[in-house]
C-alpha cells in the first residue's frame, strides 16, 4: 500500500516550452502533497506543499509564477515548469502524507528527470 | 528543525549488521527522527521513524540513545540492495522534511 506514482519519468524539452508533471496517490487519499528537485550530487530541496483544494504554498526563493502547482483532487497533485530554461533541467520528485496512513510519512514518487535543450 | 549530521560515507559487507549514526544534539522534545534512504536516481523511501524509544520494522531497528542527542539505524543483515544515501533527520510532525547530506551506504560482496 502507499503508493505514489509520478509520471513522466524523464522528459526532455526546448528552451521555452512548458512541461507538467503528475504525481497521483494510487492507494490512499493524500491530505498533503509536497515537491522536491533534487540537482547532480545533491540533496533533495524542498519546493512547496501543497493541500487539496488550497494553494500551494512555496519555499524562499521558489518562484511561484515558474513552479505552477495544482492538487484539484486528493489524489493527484502537478506541476508545471513554465518557460523551462536549461537551469530548470533536474531530478523533480513528489510525496504524500495521509493522516489516514501512518501519521507524518511522506510516501515518495520515482521522481521526474527534466532535460532541458 | 533540528540540525543532523551524518558520517558523508559508509562500507559494509554484505550480510553484516550495518550501522549508521547520526547526531542530533540540538533536537527538541517533540522531534521525531526519521530515517530516508534513497536509491540512485530514484525517489526516497522511508524506512523508520521514533521519538524516544527504540524502534523495529521488517527494514530496520532504530536506537535512540537516552538523552535523545543521537541515534543509530541498524540495517540488520544488509544486502547489495542496501547500497543508497541514507538520510536522518529531525522534525516534529513529518510534514516538512529538511534532506541533508546523508550517509553514502555502499554494500560490498
Known amino acids: 500500500g502507499a503508493v505514489v506514482s509520478q509520471h513522466p519519468s524523464w522528459v526532455i524539452c526546448k528552451s521555452g516550452t512548458s512541461v507538467k508533471i503528475e504525481c497521483r496517490s494510487l492507494d490512499f487519499q493524500a491530505t498533503t502533497m509536497f515537491w522536491y528537485r533534487q540537482f547532480p550530487k545533491q540533496s533533495l530541496m524542498l519546493m512547496a506543499t501543497s493541500n487539496e483544494g488550497s494553494k500551494a504554498t512555496y519555499e524562499q526563493g521558489v518562484e511561484k509564477d515558474k513552479f505552477l502547482i495544482n492538487h484539484a483532487s486528493l489524489t493527484l497533485s502537478t506541476l508545471t515548469v513554465t518557460s523551462a530554461h536549461p537551469e530548470d533541467s533536474s531530478f523533480y520528485i513528489c510525496s504524500a502524507t495521509s493522516l489516514r496512513l501512518a501519521k507524518n510519512i511522506q510516501y515518495f514518487g520515482a521522481g521526474t528527470r527534466l532535460s532541458v535543450l | 528543525d533540528a540540525k543532523t549530521t551524518q558520517p558523508p560515507s559508509m562500507d559494509c559487507a554484505e550480510g553484516r549488521a550495518a550501522n549508521l549514526p547520526c547526531n542530533h544534539s540540538t533536537i527538541s522534545g517533540n522531534e521525531y527522527v526519521y530515517w530516508y534512504r534513497q536509491i540512485h536516481s530514484q525517489g526516497p523511501q522511508y524506512i523508520i521513524h521514533?521519538?524516544?524509544n527504540n524502534e523495529t520494522n521488517e527494514m530496520a531497528s532504530l536506537i535512540i540513545t537516552e538523552d535523545r542527542k543521537s541515534s543509530t539505524l541498524i540495517l540488520p543483515h544488509a544486502t547489495l540492495r542496501d547500497t543508497a544515501v541514507y538520510y536522518c533527520i529531525a522534525e516534529t510532525s513529518g510534514s516538512r522534511l529538511t534532506f541533508g547530506e546523508g550517509t553514502q551506504l555502499t554494500v560490498n560482496p
Open positions: 521514533g521519538l524516544k
